[in-house]
């Protein structure tokens, strides 16, 4: 009897501190910025604006012209006189960083549309430790910055998340005044998520839900995920969709991290509801 009691004491206590462990560092775990460093220098026309926590690169449009609106002769403009451009505000997925995405919105940016990559606190050089709120305040601070320059229309901002990105998009549109929502290979809650991982989701920290969000939310939604996603189930998406049935729905068949580019789909969608006309 003392044996079976003494093998019980020390299986609660190395489940305890198991526990204690992944909740003191499972954010080493949700946010696992990659190991390398960007490897070019950005070009002239790419801006870095730093925040205490995080910072943004913006990406300008490569026409040297903003996207403009068929029959909106109200459209913003700079103060050179000419129309000011639509935004994508960025957040990327977990093992990535914005200096990768730099060359990956160029048929956008030849329309016209300005973009705002997102830089995680702790990535790429960034000063600052990741979380929920540290990311929520970074997004926040990233609209509020690209919105009152005299190049961007505020009305037509595009709050768009990848993967983790995703929550931090989400985010966004819940506290800003965002045109449209764009949802990549993301998760419909992170608890939910992190319970069919096989994890304790009540220990959970940061609680992304972006279910209650695309919920309530009344502007246009894109939604995309690969149907073959081993690490975010193709359910949640599906999830989503189900709760917001006006949101543009598309698939392909990849997994999390091999899916073709969406520009194309992006472009078709943002023209579709009047953020940016196709010459």
């Keep these: 009897m003392r044996y079976f009691f003494s093998t019980l004491f020390l299986l609660c206590l190395f489940a305890g501190t198991g526990l204690l462990l992944l909740f003191l560092f499972q954010r080493r775990l949700l946010y696992p910025a990659p190991g390398y460093q960007p490897s070019e220098t950005l070009v002239a026309s790419v801006e870095k604006v730093e ?84 990311i929520n305040t970074l997004m926040l601070a990233t609209y509020d910055s690209v919105t009152t320059r005299a190049d961007i229309d505020a009305t037509k901002v595009i709050s768009y998340g990848r993967s983790i990105g995703g929550g931090a998009a989400s985010l966004l549109a819940k506290s800003r005044a965002v045109s449209a929502l764009v949802l990549e290979s993301t998760f419909s809650s992170l608890p939910r998520l992190v319970s069919e991982l096989g994890y304790p989701s009540r220990l959970l920290r940061d609680r992304y839900d972006n279910l209650a969000i695309v919920r309530q939310f009344k502007p246009p939604v894109f939604i995309f995920h690969g149907t073959q996603d081993t690490l975010i189930d193709f359910k949640h998406a599906e999830t989503m969709h189900a709760a917001a049935p006006h949101a543009v729905f598309k698939s392909a068949d990849c997994g999390h991290s091999d899916c073709p580019s969406i520009e194309q789909e992006l472009i078709s969608f943002l023209h579709d509801n009047q953020l940016i006309t196709i010459p």
Aim: no cysteine; net charge negative.
């Design 51 to 134: 925040f205490e926590s995080g910072y943004y690169l913006f990406l300008p449009p490569l026409s040297g012209q903003s996207a403009s609106v068929a029959g909106d002769s109200d459209t913003a403009e700079g103060d050179s006189g000419s129309q000011a451009s639509p935004v994508i505000i960025h957040a990327h997925g977990n093992a990535e960083l914005a200096y990768d995405r730099v060359y990956g919105f160029d048929e956008l940016r030849r329309l016209g549309v300005a973009v705002a990559l997102v830089e995680y606190p702790s990535y790429a050089g960034a000063s600052g430790k990741p979380s929920l709120d540290t």
